[in-house]
């Protein structure tokens, strides 16, 4: 019989913001399990989800989880996510700030300041601050810090010019906090992912006159245009949660030589000659 694989973040201790569905969800998962011990959040009206993924993944381990209400949008909370997770187990190796939102598309000239400051302060002050809170522990363990943004940040979208902006932020404030925490040997890495087949992602496109073929239009980013022999055979489906889960592991525990980066997970989207005729 083959020996099991060695656990890969075997007694490490991470937070993930947004974890009861999406991305965070397959993030928290991953880090389950390969031993992490892992705290996840969400607002007060998804702690039934989020009691019961930490249900669901601690029979299962082999690393552990527990959920924490928290609303990212408050500082106080924030704080106090930090403060309770390093009481719980006395250390901090990971923050995945992941939390965020994607509001309906929207002209720009229909969005209101009110709506556009909203979203700065969920998308990447929320990041600035749970950062600001764990950085004091993460260097009294060499730790790191993975901030999710998206690759609309690099190739822009339609009708989201807040959400393009706020995800452009992080990365650039990725960067600016990896030049800042190396002293202290903490690195600061980002993942922008592509069209991951999330609830968020169908939410979406059922705001869409044909959901269907929203959803079609996703998976047709990563896949060849058909057009000719020379069109590139590209990955062709959405991605999964759990996928970026296993690149936020690999920044964690396998990227040493990795700080400031941003990590395309997107199945080759923004490769080749895109779709520029339709618009969801």
Request: glycine fraction near 10%.
């Amino acid at each position: 019989m083959s020996a099991c694989p060695p656990l890969r973040y075997h007694n490490k201790v991470a937070i993930v913001t947004g974890g009861t569905k999406g991305i965070g969800r397959g993030t928290v998962k991953v880090f389950v399990e390969n031993g992490a011990k892992v705290v996840f959040c969400a607002r007060g009206d998804e702690a039934a989800a989020g009691e019961t993924l930490a249900a669901e993944l601690n029979k299962t381990g082999p690393g552990s989880c527990t959920f924490m209400t928290c609303d990212v949008s408050k500082e106080e909370d924030l704080k106090r996510l930090i403060d309770e997770t390093v009481k719980l187990y006395g250390q901090l190796d990971c923050l995945v700030n992941n939390a965020g939102w994607h509001p309906p598309y929207k002209a720009t000239d229909e969005t209101s300041a009110e709506e556009f400051k909203d979203l700065l302060n969920l998308n990447l002050i929320s990041y600035f601050l749970a950062s600001k809170f764990a950085l004091p522990h993460l260097r009294k363990t060499e730790g790191n810090i993975i901030n999710v943004a998206s690759l609309v940040a690099i190739i822009g979208q339609v009708g989201a010019a807040p959400y393009v902006a706020t995800k452009g932020a992080v990365t650039a404030m990725t960067k600016a906090m990896a030049v800042d925490e190396s002293r202290y040997k903490v690195r600061v890495n980002g993942i922008s992912p592509g069209n991951i087949m999330t609830p968020l992602w169908e939410e979406l496109a059922e705001q869409t006159p044909d959901p269907a073929a929203a959803l079609k239009v996703g998976a047709d980013s990563q896949a060849s245009c058909g057009h000719s022999s020379l069109c590139l055979p590209l990955i062709g489906r959405m991605g999964t949660p759990e996928e970026i889960g296993r690149a936020a592991l690999f920044l964690a525990a396998d990227a040493t030589f990795c700080t400031g980066i941003d990590l395309l997970v997107s199945g080759g989207a923004e490769l080749n000659y895109g779709f520029k005729n339709r618009i969801p």
